[in-house]
């Protein structure tokens, strides 16, 4: 069967592969969910893989196939699956355990081992193709009202983690209370923490570079959150308006913005960082001021990757409530979808150069 692969390590290798169609009995004790690929959404982490700065084929491959934003529909489960039947509609979870406490009890999320396993990004084989097999641990019934939000699942489970740890840590304080958050970047991260954020019953901003009206705008609006463009005010004046934020979730995906969230934080609050930065910027900090405000204010950072099956059902929870609270709204990110594994080409193309794609996709199969 196709798959999307590229071959780690060679910049701008992704090709169509031919890879084997995966079978129930690949997982053992009667546990494999057999899943038929319906849509995969791609992000910033498969234009670094796809760059050669991320990610690496699995043990005696030279390829990997990529995808890890999975929708699609059961087709098979064996004897002992319990949660999962045939026809409902699934994602699957992106990590994969290692060998660490955390791993061992279904948080491999907070792996405490340097190496990680993730479908389609590192050490394992992606969805990007007609077919996948899993255990039943790792698959998420996604409720068929929301399959038009189909690969937002596991973006969503990313930015449902980080505002769930913020939230566990803060219970140090054991009266936090927060009322005023930032979310700086409203890519698709950025957006859904925004969501998150706003069932919580917070007064969201949401900070990106372009002036309004423009589609982002439109959905943070939409979601009763306040747009603000960078280019109309900084930061700083923000500050001034609103008071300093409880809490700041940095989803930029720039170095140099994630540090200098950590100069606006109010006493109490959290930093959460959840940008991947592959490459190796240096940037100039105020160091003796932020060192001098953290102690004096008992402030936190954070950092949050990735999402065990909890932040899934967590994320699914508030994007069923976000779709009824604001109709029409969530679709909205889903921008660019690109039919048939044939068209990898042009799904990359988009990914790297269209300004305007908030979210790729590739519809691979009808249901
Ligand atoms: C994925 C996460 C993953 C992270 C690091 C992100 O793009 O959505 O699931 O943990 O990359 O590889
Ligand atoms: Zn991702």
Redesign the pocket.
């Known amino acids: 069967m196709k798959a999307v692969a590229v071959t780690p390590g060679t910049p701008n290798s992704v090709h169509l592969e031919d890879i084997p169609a995966p079978s129930l009995d690949q997982i053992a004790d009667g546990l494999g969910v057999l899943v038929k690929v319906l849509k995969v959404g791609v992000?910033?982490?498969?234009r670094e893989i796809n760059e050669a700065q991320?990610?690496n084929a699995p043990e005696g491959d030279k390829h990997l196939v990529i995808g890890?934003?999975s929708f699609g529909i059961v087709e098979a489960v064996g004897e002992n699956v319990k949660r999962i039947k045939p026809g409902d509609y699934v994602t699957a979870?992106?990590?994969r355990p290692g060998n660490s406490i955390y791993d061992l009890i279904g948080t491999n999320?907070m792996t405490s081992e340097e190496t990680?396993y993730?479908r389609g990004?590192?050490l394992r084989h992606g969805f990007l193709t007609e077919y996948f097999v899993d255990e039943e641990e790792y698959i998420v019934r996604v409720p068929e009202g929301l399959k038009h939000l189909h690969v937002l699942q596991?973006?969503m489970?990313?930015a449902a983690k980080a505002v769930y740890q913020a939230y566990e840590a803060q219970r140090r304080l054991k009266v936090w209370s927060p009322k005023v958050a930032y979310v700086l970047g409203a890519g698709q991260i950025g957006l859904l923490t925004t969501l998150v954020l706003k069932l919580k019953g917070l007064e969201v901003y949401t900070l990106a570079r372009g002036e309004a009206p423009n589609l982002k705008a439109e959905i943070v609006d939409g979601m009763e959150a306040t747009y603000v463009s960078t280019k109309d005010k900084s930061l700083a004046a923000l500050v001034k308006e609103t008071g300093k934020p409880d809490l700041i979730v940095d989803a930029t995906g720039s170095s140099k913005l994630a540090f200098e969230a950590m100069e606006h934080i109010g006493h109490n609050g959290v930093v959460v960082w959840t940008g991947?930065t592959g490459g190796d910027k240096k940037t100039e900090v105020p160091s003796d001021n932020i060192n001098l405000n953290w102690v004096l204010g008992n402030k936190l950072l954070l950092g949050s990757?990735?999402?065990n099956r909890g932040h899934f059902e967590m994320g699914i929870r508030d994007l069923a409530l976000g779709d009824v609270m604001y109709p029409g709204v969530l679709q909205k990110i889903l921008t660019h979808g690109v039919d048939g594994l044939d068209n990898y080409a042009e799904m990359m193309r988009l990914l790297v150069e269209d300004k305007n794609a908030l979210k790729v996709f590739v519809n691979v199969a009808e249901a």
């Not at 992000?43 to 498969?46: C, E, F, L, N, V």
Request: charged share 30%.
């Open positions: 992000d910033a982490t498969d991320y990610g890890h934003e979870t992106v990590r999320d990680y993730e990004i590192n596991e973006p489970s990313c991947i990757v990735n999402a």
